[in-house]
């Protein structure tokens, strides 16, 4: 069985939703139709699976991607890598091409090479409640917005009633859940050309949230990459960025208070450079980096 991942208009479109699946099927093709919106995924270190409904793609002898444009072009990139790592043919391959990075995507290719990060949902109820069920995630949870940054659309939730209530705010699909990992602040580091250059401790002034981030009125301190905590899990950092192929990148980490494990919250293509919080030394580490990417004129030029 081959699936026709389609989006909606396509599927309310009858030259595709019938014609062409119908003329495929008389020469003997054996097809099923999905649409990119009934997807679901959950990566976490342990375990990654992408679902149609309520069928694993992996059950699938090939898929199609019959889109790849606008947001169906992150939805076939995440099934793309999951296809691929269980050797399930899909065309186009060029969906396994894209560079843009939902989050999803990010915390599944960090996961698949080792990279520490929070257990993370994002897609149909009915497969969060089976996880919650079988406490694969367990309350207190996170939900953001899926392409959220900076705080907003970042809710803490303790239990199911929480959780309705903050599903119900926004469209299917808007959020993605991850675990909740207690912790006294984050960290986040400038990752430039490869190499991790400047690092900043980010600390909520009190536990009325849970945000970290500058820009929601957290405190953010200097701090060395070499006498904190961030000296043991620097590589991790640095290949995470390389891994997204971002060589100006702000790569956000908190440690467990309790266990001292550490997670990659995400890899900020666009950090906060020439706002937030200590403005002056973030702008001196990029310059630096610009700096060196400048060739060196020697004298020579025009002898």
Sequence with gaps: M?????????????????????????????????????????VSM???????????????QAVYFRSLS???????????????EHDVPFVDSEAAASQSFSKLQQMYLLAQHAIAIPATFHGKKQHLD??????TLQFPLIVKGNVASRGRDNYLVQSEAELQEVLQKKPSGFFIVQEAIPNQGD???????????????????????HLNNTSQGAMGTVVSLDDSPLATVRPDLERAAKL??????????????????????????????SNGAQVDQKIAALAAYLKSLQKVDDGSAGH
């Design 244 to 273: 997204l192929g971002r060589d100006i990148a702000g790569v956000d980490v908190l440690f467990h208070q309790e266990t001292g494990a550490y997670a990659i919250l995400e890899v900020n293509r666009t950090p906060q450079l």
């Design 2 to 42: 081959i699936l026709f991942l389609m989006t909606r208009k396509q599927l309310a479109t009858p030259d595709e939703s019938t014609v062409f699946i119908s003329l495929l099927a008389a020469e003997g093709v054996e097809i099923e139709i999905g649409c990119y919106d009934d997807i679901s995924a959950f």
């Design 187 to 209: 960290y986040r580091v400038l990752v430039l050309g490869g190499e991790a250059r400047w690092a900043m401790y980010r600390q909520r002034m009190n536990n009325e949230t």
């Design 46 to 60: 342990k375990e990654r699976r992408i679902w149609i409904g309520t069928k694993d793609l992996r059950e699938y």
């Design 70 to 84: 606008g947001s169906a072009r992150s939805v076939a990139a995440l099934c793309a890598l999951y296809l691929k």
């Design 130 to 135: 089976r996880l919650l069920a079988d406490r």
